[in-house]
Nanobody, 123 residues
Framework: QVQLIESGGGLVQAGGSLRLSCAASGRTFRNHAMGWFRQAPGKEREVVADIDWSGSSTNYADSVKGRFTLSIDHTKNTMRLQMNSLKPEDTAVYFC????????????????WGQGTQVTVSS
């Protein structure tokens, strides 16, 4: 089975840091885009950061630019999101995602989703 499993969420005070990981198994995601999404209570799911299928371009939501960094460990088939200078408005469930098809960038409808990991930032 293809699985994306997030880890690293937790409770942190404003200004603190967390590092999220997304471990992919069941297939290789070479030539696939990957990205991080989040969903806060009462809000729609939104893209946080993504990398295109070629790995040549990384994009960030305006709200996290300069604070979050997406990286890929190709040998371990793992994606990481380093989150610094966290704010209460970053509180959300964070999901990793990858298009099921290669050579396809996010956002797209046909994706694998992880189960999500909770990030809570207190004031």
């Amino acid at each position: 089975q293809v699985q994306l499993i997030e880890s690293g969420g937790g409770l942190v005070q404003a200004g603190g840091s967390l590092r999220l990981s997304c471990a992919a198994s069941g297939r290789t995601f070479r030539n696939h885009a990957m990205g991080w999404f989040r969903q806060a209570p009462g809000k729609e799911r939104e893209v946080v950061a993504d990398i295109d299928w070629s790995g040549s371009s990384t994009n960030y939501a305006d709200s996290v630019k300069g604070r979050f960094t997406l990286s890929i460990d190709h040998t371990k088939n793992t994606m990481r999101l380093q989150m610094n200078s966290l704010k209460p408005e970053d509180t959300a469930v964070y999901f990793c995602a990858a298009p099921k098809a290669p050579y396809t960038n996010l956002p797209t409808l046909n994706v694998y989703w992880g189960q999500g990991t909770q990030v809570t930032v207190s004031s």
